[in-house]
Protein backbone atom coordinates (compact mmCIF):
# COMPACT_ATOMS: atom_id res chain seq x y z
CA UNK A 1 0.00 0.00 0.00
CA UNK A 2 0.87 3.58 -0.45
CA UNK A 3 1.99 4.75 3.22
CA UNK A 4 2.16 8.77 2.23
CA UNK A 5 -0.21 10.79 0.64
CA UNK A 6 0.02 11.29 -3.16
CA UNK A 7 2.15 14.73 -3.74
CA UNK A 8 -0.88 16.00 -5.25
CA UNK A 9 -3.10 15.42 -2.32
CA UNK A 10 -1.19 18.73 -0.76
CA UNK A 11 -3.70 18.91 2.25
CA UNK A 12 -3.07 15.24 3.39
CA UNK A 13 0.66 16.11 3.08
CA UNK A 14 0.44 18.59 5.25
CA UNK A 15 -1.46 16.31 8.10
CA UNK A 16 0.77 14.00 7.71
CA UNK A 17 3.64 16.10 8.44
CA UNK A 18 2.13 17.97 11.18
CA UNK A 19 1.02 14.37 12.96
CA UNK A 20 4.02 13.55 12.21
CA UNK A 21 6.36 15.96 14.13
CA UNK A 22 3.28 15.58 17.29
CA UNK A 23 4.53 12.07 17.49
CA UNK A 24 8.03 12.57 17.30
CA UNK A 25 8.01 15.14 19.98
CA UNK A 26 6.09 12.96 22.33
CA UNK A 27 8.01 10.07 21.61
CA UNK A 28 11.26 12.14 21.80
CA UNK A 29 10.33 13.29 25.24
CA UNK A 30 9.51 9.57 26.61
CA UNK A 31 13.02 8.47 24.98
CA UNK A 32 14.52 11.67 26.50
CA UNK A 33 13.24 10.66 29.55
CA UNK A 34 14.25 7.10 29.89
CA UNK A 35 17.60 8.01 29.33
CA UNK A 36 19.07 11.13 30.78
CA UNK A 37 15.93 12.27 33.18
CA UNK A 38 14.45 9.12 34.67
CA UNK A 39 13.45 11.52 38.13
CA UNK A 40 10.11 11.55 39.65
CA UNK A 41 9.35 14.99 39.03
CA UNK A 42 10.60 14.62 35.28
CA UNK A 43 8.36 11.86 35.36
CA UNK A 44 5.53 13.58 36.76
CA UNK A 45 6.17 16.80 33.97
CA UNK A 46 6.39 13.78 30.84
CA UNK A 47 3.10 12.59 32.15
CA UNK A 48 1.59 15.48 32.04
CA UNK A 49 2.62 16.66 28.65
CA UNK A 50 1.79 13.53 27.35
CA UNK A 51 -1.55 13.36 28.11
CA UNK A 52 -2.51 16.91 26.02
CA UNK A 53 -0.37 14.98 23.28
CA UNK A 54 -2.93 12.23 23.50
CA UNK A 55 -6.12 14.29 24.23
CA UNK A 56 -5.08 15.85 20.74
CA UNK A 57 -4.14 12.58 18.81
CA UNK A 58 -7.24 10.98 20.40
CA UNK A 59 -9.65 13.48 18.95
CA UNK A 60 -7.84 13.60 15.79
CA UNK A 61 -8.73 10.35 15.19
CA UNK A 62 -12.39 10.57 16.39
CA UNK A 63 -12.60 13.65 13.79
CA UNK A 64 -15.14 12.22 10.77
CA UNK A 65 -14.57 8.92 12.23
CA UNK A 66 -11.11 8.36 11.19
CA UNK A 67 -9.79 4.57 11.20
CA UNK A 68 -5.91 5.80 10.83
CA UNK A 69 -4.21 9.40 11.94
CA UNK A 70 -4.42 10.56 8.08
CA UNK A 71 -7.73 9.13 7.08
CA UNK A 72 -9.32 6.40 5.81
CA UNK A 73 -6.50 5.05 4.47
CA UNK A 74 -2.62 3.37 6.44
CA UNK A 75 0.38 5.56 6.53
CA UNK A 76 4.13 5.93 8.06
CA UNK A 77 2.45 7.82 10.59
CA UNK A 78 0.34 5.13 11.78
CA UNK A 79 3.83 3.23 12.19
CA UNK A 80 5.20 5.75 14.02
CA UNK A 81 2.13 6.37 16.45
CA UNK A 82 1.95 2.73 17.41
CA UNK A 83 6.01 2.31 18.25
CA UNK A 84 5.76 5.82 19.99
CA UNK A 85 2.15 4.20 22.04
CA UNK A 86 3.70 0.84 22.67
CA UNK A 87 6.55 2.04 24.43
CA UNK A 88 3.87 4.60 26.96
CA UNK A 89 2.28 1.51 26.92
CA UNK A 90 5.32 -0.48 27.84
CA UNK A 91 6.39 2.61 30.38
CA UNK A 92 3.08 3.05 32.23
CA UNK A 93 -0.23 1.54 30.25
CA UNK A 94 -1.91 3.98 32.93
CA UNK A 95 -1.30 6.75 30.45
CA UNK A 96 -3.01 5.33 27.53
CA UNK A 97 -5.68 3.66 29.29
CA UNK A 98 -7.64 7.15 29.83
CA UNK A 99 -7.77 6.87 25.90
CA UNK A 100 -9.87 4.03 24.67
CA UNK A 101 -9.68 5.52 21.32
CA UNK A 102 -6.17 5.34 21.11
CA UNK A 103 -6.35 1.51 22.77
CA UNK A 104 -8.59 0.92 20.13
CA UNK A 105 -6.08 2.32 17.76
CA UNK A 106 -3.38 -0.05 18.85
CA UNK A 107 -5.43 -2.50 18.90
CA UNK A 108 -6.60 -2.12 15.64
CA UNK A 109 -3.22 -1.51 14.20
CA UNK A 110 -2.06 -5.59 15.52
CA UNK A 111 -5.46 -6.75 13.78
CA UNK A 112 -3.62 -5.60 10.49
CA UNK A 113 -2.50 -9.39 8.88
CA UNK A 114 1.19 -8.76 8.22
CA UNK A 115 1.33 -7.18 11.85
CA UNK A 116 -1.15 -10.00 13.60
CA UNK A 117 1.39 -12.80 11.39
CA UNK A 118 4.50 -10.95 13.00
CA UNK A 119 3.41 -10.83 16.50
CA UNK A 120 2.29 -14.22 16.75
CA UNK A 121 5.80 -15.35 15.30
CA UNK A 122 8.74 -16.62 17.49
CA UNK A 123 10.69 -13.42 15.11
CA UNK A 124 9.00 -11.06 17.28
CA UNK A 125 11.00 -9.27 20.16
CA UNK A 126 8.59 -6.32 22.35
CA UNK A 127 11.58 -6.08 25.04
CA UNK A 128 13.29 -5.08 26.17
CA UNK A 129 12.79 -1.68 24.38
CA UNK A 130 14.98 1.41 24.49
CA UNK A 131 15.83 1.81 28.15
CA UNK A 132 15.94 0.49 31.83
CA UNK A 133 12.69 2.05 32.38
CA UNK A 134 11.10 -0.28 30.25
CA UNK A 135 13.16 -3.56 31.12
CA UNK A 136 9.79 -5.12 32.56
CA UNK A 137 7.20 -7.22 31.38
CA UNK A 138 4.37 -6.42 30.60
Same mark, same amino acid.
Given at each position: ????? #? ?11 ? *? @?? *? ?8 ? +? ?5 ? !? ?6 ? @??? =???? $? @? ?5 ? /???? #???? /?? &? !? *? ?12 ? +?? =? ?25 ? #? +??? !? ?12 ? &??? $?
Amino acid at each position: PELMP #KADQLAEVRQADM *L @EN *LVVDVQTRLI +YYAYYAP !SEEAGVQL @EEV =AKGK $F @ETLAKHL /TMNG #KKWI /TG &A !S *LSYVDFLLYDTLFF +YK =AYKAAMIDPFPVLVGYMAAFEALPAIA #K +YMA !SGECISLPCVSHVF &AKP $F
